[in-house]
Structure formats: structure tokens, C-alpha cells
């Protein structure tokens, strides 16, 4: 076990080498969770855009569901997906397990009702205040999304970066799905758990330093995102 | 003498409503109302705040469905088709979190291409030529509603319906609004322009359709309303009376 000065000391030797090992976990949890990031967005975005539109019998069980399923237990997602996934499963053909897909998945799953409840209720609020004057244009139901989307970029913006926030730090899905195989689907957030675990901090703590550095970065955005929209009235 | 349209342009007049009503929880806030708008002048409807004025404009530009009645625009029933030959101007301007030049073209490249120099040509007539590139909310008030009227008109209506444009606004918005609505109206736009300014109507009211709680009580010339309205709503409006 090693003391904590001497861990700290060697995670940012790690760091400053740019050890091969750390880089390639570094690079698939970003690989990983970009990907999620992707997919979850254009699904919550789609989501959001014909929820907060639409009048159809349902939409406000559709927006409980949502925001009820904000909450969902990494863990439990990761069980769900592993069912699905594993060889007795009905997807057990596919042999996605322990893959990076498989991880894709579990986060994609997690985050789409996050993106989705959040952007419904950003959507809304535009569509409120734009209604009379798209109705007055008639606009068709395409170009109404469009505008709202693109009208709503900043926010949504910050939407996405919470979806992504809760996906790079999450371990409990993909340590399931993922098996934190080395070389493989072994992410920061599995990693640390794993050489925490084992013993060997220092490994943890540059990756537990990075993820910091990203958690930190992704809210200096939100924040900036929202002053440049404050500044612009775009809010 | 009533002027027609000569350009063969807005098949959307006569404009004809017959048994038009809205209730709201029983109340009724347009009460069988019958009228025809004809000619090809500027049309004020105006009435004391709470008259049913904007209400009935919504209706007729298809932004509500009306309770009963009938709206008929040349004969047609409302759909997408007549609407995208009108344009409305709301009270209070609803602009797109885009610059100046970004909200026009949306309306511009709503009706086909977008013509860089018809829509710079707008802007520099409503006087936002030097704030082209600002984003349209950071403009004042004036400002912002002289932008709706010129995204309207970039939409050539053919029919522009102006829901209390100016009210609150400071006079040389006002003025410029008012002389841009003329323009329109003398390039063959049908005008419909709703207010409760008595002196906005002395001005641009050639035919003048006066409500009051939800009825219109009257429909006659400017001139000739103004000098002798037939109603006691109306004279006491035009007196400068409260009316209630």
C-alpha cells in the first residue's frame, strides 16, 4: 500500500509521460461515451423535438416515463444489457459482450432519457413562445423541429454535456457489459476500481485525475455556453 | 368610393365571417359575429382593451379555432394554403434566438430562396441596416417589432394583419411603423391593422370596424365614423370616455 503523497507523485509522472497504457484507456472511455454521447443525442433530441410538439394521447405518461427513467441504476442497466447480450440471451448471437458496443449500449441506454426529459422540457419552453408565430407561417411539422432544435442550441448543448458528464464518470454499467478487459474494454472508471482494488493508486489516482480535469471542463462549458447565450439573449 | 383590387393579386378578399363565436368558460368573448371585409383599403379594427379585437384577428389568420361560425377568405375556408399568403405582426415581437439578418432569411427561406438583397433592402428600410449582424433580441423594443414588420413584408402577404403593433413603443418607431404599413398597403398588400389608439386610427383607418364585449357594432368609413358614430360605445370612445 502506498502512502498518498508518493501515489499523487507517481499519477503525475504518469500523466506528464503520457504512459501508453494510461493513454489508451484515456482514449477508449473517450471513444466510448463520445459514441453514447452521439447516438443519446440524436435520440433525445428527436425525442424531445416530438414530445414537446405533439398533442397525441400519452405524451404526458411519455414524459413521466422519461423522467422517471433519468434516474435509472447504472448497475441495473448494466444487468438488463448483460441479459440481453449474454449467450443465452436473445441478442446472444450478436457476441457483443464484453465489447466496447456493449458499453456503448449500456451508456446510450442510461443517458437517451436524460437527454430526452431534459431537451423536451428546453423544446417546450421555445415552442411555447414560438407557437402562434410558426402556426401563422404554416410551417410544416419538419421545419418546426428544425427551428426549435436550432433555436434551442445552447441549451441543448448544455443538455448534452450532462448526458456525456454522467457518462464518462459512470462504472457500474460497463464494468458489466465491459468486463474491464485490459486492451479492451477497459475504461478510467473500471480502471480505478480495479487498481483501487488491487492496490496500485497510482494508476487510479492519474486516472482519477484526468476524470476530475474532465468533470471540470465539462462544467467551465456549461457555464461559459450559458454566459455567451445570456450575452446574446439566445438563453 | 371604395377602392378594389386591380392586380388581380389578393383572391383572398372578400373576407367573410358569418356566426363567429368563443367562449371561454361560458363566457362569451366574440358573440355571433357577422361581417365582410371587401374592399381593398386599410382595415382598422379597433375598441376599447377586452373587446375581442385580437381574438378575432387569431381567428381569422387561423391561430384559433373559433367555438361556432365561419371564416371564409375569397370564399375559401382557412388552411395552410391562405395562410402562407398572409402575414401576421404580433403585439409583442416573436424572434428567433438568430441575428437580424438570420430572422429574416428563416422567413425568407420559409417562401423559396433567400435573396441577400431584398432581405438587406428590408432591413435597411426599417432602419436596422447598421445592426444586420446583432442578435435579434438585444435590439429595443422599437427596434424588434420594426424587424417583425420587415420579416412579415419579406413573406410579400398578401393579406398583413398587425395585432397592436406599436402599442408601448416610442414615436419614431411608431411612425416608421406606420409609414412601412402605408408602403405595403400602396404595393398592393391588403392591410388589417387592429389598435385602440383613437389617433392611429384617424390615420390609417380608411375603413374603420369598431368592437365592443365581443360584438362589432360598427363597420363604415373612417371619415364617416368619426364624425358620426352610430353607437354610444363608439362616441363615448371616440370622446375619450371611459368605456367599459
Redesign the interface.
Known sequence: MQDFGNALELAIRLVASGDSDLMEIIALSLRVSLTALLVSAILGFSIGALVATSTFKGRGAIKILLSALMGLPPVVVGLIVYIFLSNAGPLGWTQLLYTPTAMIIAQTLLITPIIGALSTQVIEDIYLEYKDFFTSLAMSRRAVAGALLWDGRYSLLTVALAGFGRAIAEVGAIIIVGGNINHLTRVMTTAIALETSKGDLALAMALGLILIVVSLAINASVIALNLTAKRYAYA | MQKRFTNGKTGLIPLEVSGLSYHADDRPLLDALDVRISSADRTVIMGPNGAGKSLFL?II???IAPGAGDVRWGGRAMS??V??R???V?QRP?L???SVAGNMD??LS?RGAIDEEKRDALIERVGLGNARDQ?A??LSGGEQQRLALARALA?EPEVLMLDEPTANLDPASVLMIEEIVNEAHHAGAKIIFVTHDLSQARRLGDEIIFMHRGKILEQTQGDVFFKAPQSQAARDFIEGRIVT
Open positions: 387569431r389568420h387561423g391561430l395552410d394554403d395562410r402562407r398572409q402575414a401576421m404580433f416573436v428567433l434566438r438568430r428563416f422567413a420559409l442578435p433580441r438585444t413573406l
